[in-house]
């Protein structure tokens, strides 16, 4: 088969770009270490999260020293807990589930973003920057006011947050990247 | 449309060595082509009539999608809301299923079976079973658009405000997977239809090559058969028997990722008619000939391999898949760029050879002297540079990790609207003004104002995509009426939110126009008389067929192959996903969308008969009268 020199050169730089691009990739996850939504929590009922206690109250809570978990339902057409309350410099855990449709988690203006879809728990983890707000929002179709489904992420400072909570309830976050993300 | 089959060119050896800038070749698009004997229409007739009926098919749904896509541009922008809210995602459902499954499809089936005939020089086997197949396409269609657009009304127990996706547990009428599912028998049986006469046409020629056209529909009809494979299976297994109520759940995840094992591949089952027009028409059009046939047998084969094993790079997001599935098939996906990144040279190569032979020079002169005022020509050549531009964006999207930032942004909707809406549409459009005239003998009623259609479709997509793109990265969702939030502001980019809004409104207002004016010029077209003298010649490759490796025509190998990388591919993942929440889901409801339509019903009832009692107590008393609160 012949293939001209100019053919020969071009499909050697396509290759090294694709290599590049796969490349690019593999080193965010190793270096950086920017890890991917995944299949790393059990299946759910989710006709049956009031016997999860994750979900029966969702919340933010501590679990171990500036760490957190934020259980999170998503619902047509809200998030509850909203405002998610979530202290600042610290890294937080969002646990996202939907006890109806396949919805949407988005903090806007960020990469934090996952599908959460009924039966799965999406779990991704962010590094919080200093005290700001965030807007969450559904980025997936999910019924006739499906525009409606929004809520807030609040990161306040560290002591706040406690003030607020008495340690382990009802809290918010503020998000930036998966797995080790800077403030954005 | 020439007599000439691709299989036996000509070409001096010489041209092969020096093809990009031979000026010995004194024209280029004449050798080996057999002198042509008038059009498609003048030598098929039987077969004319179907391409027609597809072509109108298709320009039929593309007409409804382009005024659900305008109403919905200013709807979405703020700029206009004559409609409710809930009505967009009605709106928005249609123009998806009626553009890129009606359209398109219709479209494609159009031009392999032109281009199958031709090549084969060859009439279909029997074109009764063309009918029918086309009639199962037409009737599958219908019903489920009818299921969609009874959506705007709650007088009819019909509605499928799904989306084209319609991820489970949102729930249709059932009429809606009914009619996809007679509309993929029919395409089912058009693949079945050209595997036929090319059998028949074997027969008859035992030795020859497979005409570089007939290749091409057929390794696309068998990735067609491999992707749409998972489709049926999720809506025959799950969805369709799940509507009925005869299973009570459906795994989300199970039949989200059976929609994207086809889901991806369809992208290139759009796109691969247009392909198919920038090798084998584009270079005759410029006045030149393709740079060579057994490279675009080698992409057509690459595409085949790896258009399905792909499909989970649309759930980088979803929880359920482990990240190594994700890894593998995001690395199947950066090879799938290397056949795109083939035709952009082998294309262009093409072109700058017809622009050679016609007198042009310099690096970048012989651009001056190609057919610009021809609308075929220049569409097709501004849908190539958006396809460019959408393989960037695209870039983006299959990068596992940055992915992230656009997941189910707008910025996605703006990147197929530069490759399904441009790349793929716009070569339609312009085809048609080429193609048209062969299947009719009809000339085109205006060059002029389709010159202008394809021009004005390039600038209005560039301004709205553009700034589709830019609100995607300010975290602007995708598919959804009302994109403006009560509790944060979007941060600026490339221009505010509003700014934005208003650079889509007006691009997609330009679109509209320009959609107008092409189904203005095909109808007006239709109203003039036949004529003699139109058939086109389709030239003959520089590096023929008999470069190309006897192995390239081995379909069934590459078939073998492909299915061997599907199941490598998913397999496991689909085991993975059985295993966690079961065949039929960890549980859950059904969520019928037809429940909102009633629901607004119960809602507005009071107030619509409270209204309606005054207004009988009104008339009855003679009381105000025009009292309309």
Redesign the interface.
Known sequence: MHVHSYEKIWLALGLGLILLLIGSVTYGAVGPGVSMVAADQPTVDPTALDEDDRFAEPRVEQVGENEYEAYVVAYQFGFEPDPIVIPANSTVTFMVTSRDVTHGFEVVGTNANTMVIPGEVSTLTVETGGPTEYGVICNEYCGAAHHGMEATIEVVPQDEFESSTGGSTDSGGSTDGDGSGGDQ | MTATADAPATTSPDA?NE??TNEDDPDGDGDGAATPEGTFYDRFPAEARIVRATFLGAFLAFAIGTTFGIIQTLHRTGIARPFS??DY?TF?TAHGVFLVLSFTIFFLVGVFTWALVRSLDRPLVNTRFSWAWYGLMAVGMTLTGITILAGFTSAVDLSA?V?FTF????QAHPLFYGGLAVFLVGTWLAGLDWWRTYLAWRRENPDERIPLQTFMVLTTTIMWYVATSALAISVLFFLLPWSLGLIETV???LT?TLFWFFGHPVVYFWLMPAYLLWYTVLPSIAGGRL??D??ARVVFVLFLLLSTPVGIHH?????????GF??VS??NT??L??PS??TA??VV?SVEYGARVRGGTGLFGWLRTLPWRDPAFTGMMLAGLMFAAGGYSG?VN?????N??I???IWVPGHFHLTVGTAVALTFMAATYWLWPQITNKPIYSKQIGLAQVVLWFAGMALMSNAMHAQGL??A???????E????E??TAFGGFQELNVQIAIGGTILFASAVLFLSNVVLTMGNSRTDGLAETISEPI?GPE???LVLDNIRLWGGIAVLLVLLAYALPIV?IIQ??GLF?????A?P?VL?ALS?LVDRAPDAIALLTDRAVDALGGGRLGGWP
């Open positions: 092969t093809p990009v809210s809930v995602y928005l405000d989306l991820y489970a547990p949102l795994n989300p995840t989200r740079f060579s057994p490279l759930q980088y997001l979803d929880p359920g898949i482990a990240e994700k890894f995001m690395t950066m090879f760029l290397l990144l083939l040279f082998t190569a870039m299959a990068g596992m990790n940055i992230y930032l997941h189910n942004t300010l975290g969702p995708r598919r959804t009426a009302e994109p939030y009560a509790g944060f979007y941060g590096s470069d190309a490796p993975a966690r929440g889901g960890p549980g859950g409801e969520f969308m909102d607004i």
